[in-house]
């Protein structure tokens, strides 16, 4: 029953979370031959936002720069300063200093492009209170999965494109985010380290629903003599702008993986997620099966008698549901060598004895009198 309830869940969030987390996780491809225009996309806090006093102002686009911003704590001047705590989070980010008090106004103001003035802003904000909570990410609800495809062109770089030949689906998992509580993060990272030939790899995700998914669109030899089926073990760490940081956890086998060589439509996206099944399970993954036959009666072999039509709730998968960020590989993608190794264990996977209502009384008294047989011969 359980397992029934992750596939429908699954199947649910699955649209809607890939196409938020796709639409967030491909990053602005700055062409080599030529810069991308400055722009400013979006800033945490928004305008007219609480947020806590301790945070860091995080501002998305591109060509960004605080050089020509100012800002004041009601009225007075203050300064913004880098926040190295939240670096690498992919955004321009920093601090105000000196820290405001709860309940006092910051205004951020001015011109956030570095090289034109295309980009002015005014962010009016409220200090709120500190956010010391560390992050909760639901560990045994996160997965991930690999859909190997036809190759695709992804648009980067002078010569146009790079192929792309699997996408991997990291779905993770955290409580709800609630108003007034500092921007979270999640970070995940592949340390080959001295087995395999490949440089790590790293990419962060905003969380902004209960469910983040990040695409990760990679070309087929990335991982070099990896088997992403058993090798590869991610590592994944939520953050937040507030410097709170969880505890690492690791991510392997997949959940699911599936090949599929039909071509795929042109796009500047990587594929939309499969609606996975049963069938793409992988074997010894919180999402396979508990047991496997063979289709041979081994029940005189062992002695034991087969348990009744119900379905094993071994086969569980974390549940799934929405968002996300970076994404696709490029040769000016970030990649870091934060260690990741083995996998995470699985949820239980113990027997369900499930009856179905037939037998009875009868079958009752047999079974209490072969009880009450072993009891002698003992």
């Known amino acids: 029953m359980l397992r029934n309830r992750?596939?429908?869940?699954?199947?649910?969030g699955a649209v809607l979370a890939g196409t938020c987390a796709l639409v967030l996780s491909l990053p602005r491809l700055a062409d080599a031959c030529?810069?991308?225009p400055s722009e400013l996309r979006e800033t945490v806090p928004a305008d007219g936002d609480t947020y806590p006093a301790n945070a860091a102002l995080m501002f998305w686009g591109d060509g960004l720069s605080v050089d020509k911003v100012t800002v004041t704590i009601d009225g007075e001047p203050a300064a913004l300063v880098p926040a190295p705590l939240v670096e690498g989070l992919g955004a321009l980010a920093v601090k105000v200093e000196p820290e405001p008090l709860p309940g006092q106004v910051v205004v951020v103001?001015?011109?956030?492009?570095?090289e034109n003035d295309n980009c002015p802003a005014s962010i009016t904000f409220t200090a709120g209170e500190p956010d010391v909570t560390v992050p909760a990410p639901v560990v045994e609800a996160s997965f991930f999965a690999v859909f190997e495809h036809a190759p695709l062109i992804l648009p980067g770089g002078c010569d146009g494109g790079f192929q792309v030949d699997q996408t991997i689906y990291v779905h993770l998992e955290q409580p709800a985010p609630t108003a007034g509580?500092?921007?979270?993060f999640f970070e995940v990272t592949w340390d080959p380290g001295e087995e395999f030939e490949p440089s790590a790899l790293r990419r962060t995700a905003r969380a902004l629903e209960?469910?983040?998914i990040l695409p990760i669109a990679l070309p087929a030899d990335r991982?070099?003599?990896?088997?992403?089926?058993?090798d590869?073990?991610?590592e994944v760490v939520a953050r937040?702008?507030?410097?709170?940081?969880?505890?690492p956890f690791e991510l392997c086998p997949p959940c699911f993986m599936r090949a599929d060589a039909a071509p795929l439509p042109d796009s500047s996206e990587a594929p939309p997620e499969p609606l996975w099944t049963e069938a793409d399970a992988v074997p010894g993954s919180a999402c396979a099966p508990a047991t496997e036959t063979t289709g041979e009666d081994t029940a005189g072999e062992s002695g034991e008698e087969p348990t009744s039509g119900g379905e094993s709730e071994s086969g569980e998968a974390p549940t799934s549901g929405t968002t996300a960020e970076p994404d696709s590989e490029t040769g000016a993608q970030e990649e870091t060598s934060d260690s990741a190794t083995a996998g995470e264990d699985a949820p239980d996977k113990g027997c369900a004895c499930n009856s179905d209502g037939e037998g009875g009384l009868g079958s009752l008294l047999l079974l209490a009198l072969g009880l009450v047989g072993v009891r002698r011969r003992r």
């Open 109 to 114: 103001a001015g011109e956030f492009c570095d």
């Open 210 to 212: 209960p469910t983040t």
């Open 6 to 12: 992750f596939w429908t869940s699954f199947a649910e």
């Open 181 to 184: 509580e500092a921007a979270s």
């Open 223 to 230: 991982f070099g003599g990896a088997d992403v089926s058993t």
């Open 240 to 247: 937040d702008a507030a410097g709170n940081a969880s505890a």
């Open 34 to 36: 030529g810069a991308t």
């Open 232 to 234: 590869v073990c991610f």
